[in-house]
């Protein structure tokens, strides 16, 4: 069993950044694949950036590419989101979430979820 739970998020301007932290309980965190999702209201949610267990591999949504970042730090049983350069359209609930197997895309093959951290940015 992993427990997640988010945090940093908060209301930002356009063009500001906010970096997004995921805490994972228990000691098997580096054995797990890491991602960010992301739910607008009245839409589905999202994928939005995914880790390995190692962070040696990572994985964007276009819409992110080039402004967020992911990575961890094992030794924290930490994964990160840098998020940069954010639009109003970034506005949704982050969700962090775990699963056993590899970096997708895919809500589904996820395991673990966290109850989210709100990002509000504003034009």
């Known amino acids: 069993q992993v427990q997640l739970v988010e945090s940093g998020g908060g209301l930002v301007q356009a063009g500001g950044s906010l970096r997004l932290s995921c805490a994972a309980s228990?000691?098997?965190?580096?054995?797990?694949?890491m991602g960010w999702f992301r739910q607008a209201p009245g839409k589905e949610r999202e994928f939005v950036a995914a880790i390995n267990r190692s962070g040696g591999t990572t994985d964007y949504a276009d819409s992110v590419k080039g402004r967020f970042t992911i990575s961890r730090d094992n030794a924290k049983n930490t994964v990160y989101l840098q998020m940069n350069s954010l639009l109003p359209e970034d506005t949704a609930v982050y969700y962090c979430a775990a699963n056993w197997k590899f970096v997708t895309r895919s809500g589904y093959d996820y395991d673990y979820w966290g109850q989210g951290t709100q990002v509000t940015v504003s034009s």
């Open positions: 228990g000691r098997t965190f580096s054995m797990y694949a």
